[in-house]
């Protein structure tokens, strides 16, 4: 029988709690969520010397840093020639490199900070689901050569067989410096890290709302009063890290970030010889939909298959048999085994589906990372952290306006109907 769980959070020991500990009365920083980002910022901020303290309401990693497909993606939602269209050749440039950064530093902390959460530097294929879009990919080569002297390798539909075990896809690029990694570890261990390196840290502890300590800083240059269900605590600097929760701390988001779910089934172990005939060499994969399927093995060879054209507020055995359906219409062998687990977790997006980060009236922000959070999250917690402590950073992605909604209301039907829209443009492309 399929559980309602996250295969994630049920395959690793019980995390240490940082519930029910005396909240502080100041802080230099106070990091509000506690998913990628703000682990990343907390561990960049104490490792910096400031005195920084991260609320969150629920658990470490509860959203969807525990629940996504644990692909640590070294590109962009949006394909480099698309983002040249949107942002221009210098800052799409710049964007694409951060994010191969991003890789890199995830990386890096896991190196440095002697993280287990079985991190794999395995690369990733996009499978290319038409012909035309496998013409895409190839333009999207040579871009990617041209303006980031960045290399992918491009696999023609003859030669898919050396990297996916289906006849499935019309072509796959493969982009070899993508990585993957057990979300739910890697989460805890960048908080454990954290507290490490001086973080205070704080769960069950919602913000219910952020004032100005006055029409100036105090003299010891707290400006923000921030307010919890557990008591208040004076601060310098804020650094929202809520992502699809952000419009219910400060009222700009509103009706401009919104959530989104996204649902994922994950098999029983399949045997070692049908796995590596699925995924002969353990990268993570995604299709060239919009309302595209993404899926890898799991560290114990479990086949997990996210997206599809899932939605909020049906039956979780539509959704169930929905990515079941789309599993096995690229892998009919999986058909005999059982789907263990289904859970879903909850995107932050925008009507622009680009990543954004900045300030807003004097506080830090970082969200909507478009299924790219593992890698995009961490870095730009770190960047913003070091903007914070007056260092150098890299944000290509500040100053991005972002879209307003009018018709959202907090409703599911907003983004189902997003979804429906995107599959009748991949029946067009």
């Known amino acids: 029988m399929t559980q309602h769980a996250i295969l994630w959070s049920v395959t690793i020991p019980e995390?240490?709690?940082?519930?029910?500990?005396?909240?502080?009365?100041?802080?230099?920083?106070?990091?509000?969520?506690?998913?990628?980002?703000?682990?990343?910022?907390?561990?960049?901020?104490?490792?910096?010397?400031?005195?920084?303290?991260?609320?969150?309401?629920?658990?470490?990693g509860w959203g969807a840093s525990s629940r996504n497909g644990g692909q640590a993606l070294s590109c962009l939602h949006h394909t480099l020639a698309d983002a040249i269209k949107e942002h221009g050749q210098e800052r799409?440039?710049?964007?694409?490199?951060?994010?191969?950064?991003?890789?890199?530093?995830?990386?890096?902390?896991?190196?440095?900070?002697?993280?287990?959460?079985?991190?794999?530097?395995?690369?990733?294929?996009?499978?290319?689901?038409?012909?035309?879009?496998?013409?895409?990919?190839?333009?999207?080569?040579?871009?990617?050569?041209?303006?980031?002297?960045?290399?992918?390798k491009i696999l023609p539909k003859s030669e898919t067989l050396s990297e996916l075990g289906t006849d499935s896809y019309h072509g796959l690029m493969v982009n070899p410096r993508s990585g993957s990694v057990q979300p739910a570890k890697f989460v805890m261990g960048m908080a454990l890290a954290a507290e490490r390196a001086g973080a205070d840290i704080h769960e069950g502890t919602q913000v219910m709302g952020i004032e100005r300590a006055g029409n100036s800083p105090t003299n010891d240059g707290t400006r923000f009063m921030v307010k919890t269900e557990r008591g208040d605590i004076e601060t310098k600097e804020i650094m929202l890290a809520t992502n699809a929760w952000i419009g219910n701390v400060v009222p700009q988001f509103r009706q401009r970030v919104f959530p989104a779910e996204s649902f994922v089934i994950a098999t029983e172990p399949l045997p070692r010889e049908l796995a590596q005939q699925l995924i002969p060499n353990n990268r993570v994969v995604y299709d060239t939909r919009k309302t595209l399927a993404?899926?890898?093995?799991?560290?114990?060879?479990?086949?997990?298959?996210?997206?599809?054209?899932?939605?909020?507020?049906?039956?979780?055995?539509t959704n169930i048999n929905t990515l079941r359906n789309g599993m096995l219409r690229i892998f009919?062998?999986?058909?005999?085994?059982?789907?263990?687990?289904?859970?879903?977790?909850?995107?932050?997006?925008?009507l622009d589906e680009n990543t954004h980060a900045g300030q807003i009236d004097g506080m830090w922000y970082s969200m909507c990372y478009v299924g790219h959070g593992v890698t995009l999250a961490t870095y730009l917690?770190?960047?913003?952290?070091?903007?914070?402590?007056?260092k150098a950073?890299?944000?290509?992605f500040a100053n991005l306006s972002i879209p307003f909604a009018p018709t959202y209301q907090d409703k599911a039907w907003f983004v189902n109907i997003g979804k429906v829209w995107f599959r009748f443009l991949d029946m067009l492309r």
């Open 15 to 60: 995390p240490k709690s940082f519930l029910n500990k005396p909240l502080p009365q100041k802080t230099d920083v106070l990091v509000i969520g506690g998913g990628f980002t703000g682990t990343s910022a907390a561990l960049q901020l104490a490792k910096g010397g400031a005195r920084v303290t991260l609320l969150e309401a629920q658990t470490i």
């Open 92 to 152: 799409a440039k710049e964007m694409f490199l951060a994010a191969t950064r991003a890789a890199d530093v995830v990386e890096q902390i896991v190196m440095d900070e002697k993280i287990d959460c079985d991190y794999v530097r395995c690369g990733n294929i996009e499978a290319a689901f038409k012909p035309s879009h496998f013409d895409k990919l190839q333009r999207e080569q040579k871009i990617l050569h041209d303006v980031a002297d960045y290399e992918v």
């Open 381 to 390: 917690g770190q960047q913003m952290a070091n903007g914070i402590l007056g």
């Open 294 to 317: 993404y899926y890898r093995l799991s560290p114990d060879n479990r086949m997990v298959w996210g997206g599809e054209l899932t939605f909020a507020g049906v039956g979780a055995k």
């Open 332 to 350: 009919p062998e999986l058909a005999k085994f059982n789907i263990d687990y289904f859970w879903h977790g909850t995107l932050g997006i925008t």
């Open 393 to 396: 950073s890299n944000n290509p």
